[in-house]
Each structure stands twice: as C-alpha cells, then as structure tokens.
C-alpha cells in the first residue's frame, strides 16, 4: 500500500487482460503495491493468476538486460546487469549491476534523477552516477541534455554465457558505447558471476586502452534515501549496510588501486541520498578488477571470500567454507575474461 506510483497495479492488470497473460495477473495481485482507478478499470478476474517458477534462475532476455534470482519473495537474491542497444527515455548506463537480497536493495542505480540538463544533479543519468565503470573519471556516450533522455547509439551486448549447479555468470561488452566517447578505448568488459547457495556475486572488469595511459574505476551505489545505509572502506575491501542486510567485498587487481567512498558532486541533500564506493586503479593502460561480495542479513555471519593470482594471466576467487565453497577462476589473458567455476 506504500509503493512508489511505477509501482501502481493497473499496468500488469491491463497487460493481463489484453493478452490473457497469467503472469501479469499473478504479479498485480502478488507484488506490485498500489491500487488506483485505472487497476479497478482494467482488471479482469477471468484471466486465471499463474505465479512464475521458483529457485535459482537466470533470465537471459532478447534485450540482454540479465536478471539473476533465487526466488520472487522479498529475501530473494536478485542480480541485474544492464547490457544491450538504446531504447528511448535511457541512461548512460550500460554494464550497470544491481543487487538486492533480503528485503533491501545494496548495490544500486540511483533514483530519481532531474529532466533539466541544466541541474548539477543531470550527472545522476550519467555513467557517474551509476554502478558501473569509468575511465579517467568519465564514462561512455550520453545525451547532451538538449534531446532529453531519448536513445543513444551506445551499444553493449552479452558476448558469454553459462550455468550450473548453484551458480550462473554472464560477460558484456560495452566497448562501443565508450569507444564513440573515446577512440583511444580499446576494450570495457564487465562479467557478472552469481553464486546463489553461497549468496555472493563476483564482478570482473576487464578494461584495456589502444594508447595514453588511464585511470580506471568501477562505482558501487548504495541506496541511502531514509539515511540509514553505512558504507565502510578499507584496502582492498568495502562494506554496505542497510537496516536488514549487508554487503561484504573483497577488491583484487594486478594494478595497484584504492578503495574510498564519496559522494557526486551535486547539492549535498541529493547527494547524500546517493554514497557510492569507488574502486580506482592507477594510471595504466590495461587493469582486471576482481570484486568478489558476500551477502547476509544484518548482523549474521558472512562468507568466507579469498582472492589470489595463481599465474600470470590465471586469478582465483574462494567463496564460502569448506562443503559449502564455490571457486571461479578468471583468465584475464585476452580483453574477454575466461571464466571457469566449480561448486560443491
């Protein structure tokens, strides 16, 4: 009954009752929040509710938004990068990741941004103000603030895929959408590795440069509009915490980097509602960046996560303890990781 208007039931009640679409109805009554005239219009009790599949899932859609879960239910783990070509009222935001699990959202895209390219806050539907990456502070192609949010030509696109036993992981490649910004960019690539038994979520960054020598970054939002998220930093580690759950990182690159949270350089009541980690490597011309995040409730225990290079190309992520441990190994040899996981 308090839920955001995009939250509003008339939309999937509407798709129901146009397309007879079970799974519509079943989300209206299950998880969409408010109620208003246009719900009472377009329900139609005869389309029968058909609730989705339960479990570990990955959804690996047309559009290539990823979307991992473990369930519906508000302790569910869900997982999403967005990846894919440009549709109308967009952000910059390919290769952006969101994470959520019990009852709290942790890693985030921030809300609410202004339609005025005038107002400071405009950075919000910036890469900036996303988690997602950044070379040399900026990120890829946007609108100027003049056409609005329509589309741009920036593309990414899953170019990696796999499952298994309590895990799946996907790699896109959002080199075009930073290389028409930048044509000295010679490859961002983002793999998102989900470990569902273990709740824990590795993201790699493979990012690399044709010349001049660059700084890279990869930004984790935390969601603080009731100002009750806490973020703490410290060398190669960060944590998130929200009132019900929290987030533990383990950080690992060649390169030599720091950890620190900040906040966007925008009025400090809208950008207090927004603290973000930054993970920056030095200059260079190539950098993998390792983040590997486990997940609990509040004040519970957290997995175990240890991060090693095994060679020189070879990376090693431990999550989990012993009978209950995953390992993903990343060769980061070429601009697209290899990845290779084993559970159990």
Request: with cysteine; proline share 5%; net charge negative.
């Amino acid at each position: 009954p308090n839920g955001r208007p995009e939250s509003r039931t008339a939309v999937p009640y509407w798709i129901a009752r146009e397309f007879r679409t079970g799974k519509a109805q079943w989300f209206a009554r299950n998880l969409a929040a408010t109620h208003d005239l246009w719900s009472l219009i377009f329900c139609d009790d005869s389309v029968a509710p058909v609730g989705p599949k339960v479990g570990d899932q990955t959804w690996f859609p047309e559009l290539d938004w990823v979307v991992a879960r473990t369930g519906y239910t508000a302790d569910d783990l869900v997982v999403s990068l967005r990846s894919g070509i440009g549709f109308n009222h967009e952000h910059a935001d390919r290769n952006s990741l969101i994470v959520k699990c019990w009852g709290e959202q942790l890693i985030v895209d921030p809300i609410r941004p202004p339609y005025w390219f005038r107002d400071p806050s405009w950075i919000l539907r910036e890469t900036a103000g996303h988690s997602a990456v950044l070379i040399d502070g900026a990120g890829h192609l946007y609108n100027n603030g003049v056409e609005g949010t329509n589309a741009t030509i920036c593309q990414a696109r899953i170019v990696d895929r796999g499952e298994g036993r309590g895990y799946s992981f996907w790699t896109s490649d959002a080199t075009q959408a930073y290389r028409v910004a930048n044509y000295e960019i010679r490859s961002v690539v983002r793999t998102v590795a989900v470990f569902f038994e273990q709740r824990a979520v590795v993201v790699v960054d493979r990012i690399s440069k044709w010349r001049n020598e660059s700084e890279f970054e990869a930004r984790f939002f935390a969601d603080n509009y009731d100002g009750q998220a806490k973020i703490g930093t410290g060398p190669e580690r960060f944590s998130i915490q929200r009132p019900g759950a929290q987030a533990e990182a383990q950080v690992f690159s060649r390169s030599h980097f720091e950890v620190t949270s900040e906040t966007l350089p925008i009025p400090e009541e809208r950008a207090l509602k927004h603290p973000f980690v930054k993970v920056k490597t030095a200059a260079g011309m190539a950098a993998t960046l390792v983040t590997a995040i486990s997940l609990a409730p509040k004040d519970a225990g957290m997995s175990p996560i240890d991060i090693k290079a095994i060679t020189g190309e070879l990376i090693e992520v431990t999550l989990g303890k012993t009978g209950s441990s995953a390992i993903c190994r990343i060769n980061d040899a070429d601009s697209i990781p290899g990845i290779e996981i084993q559970t159990g």
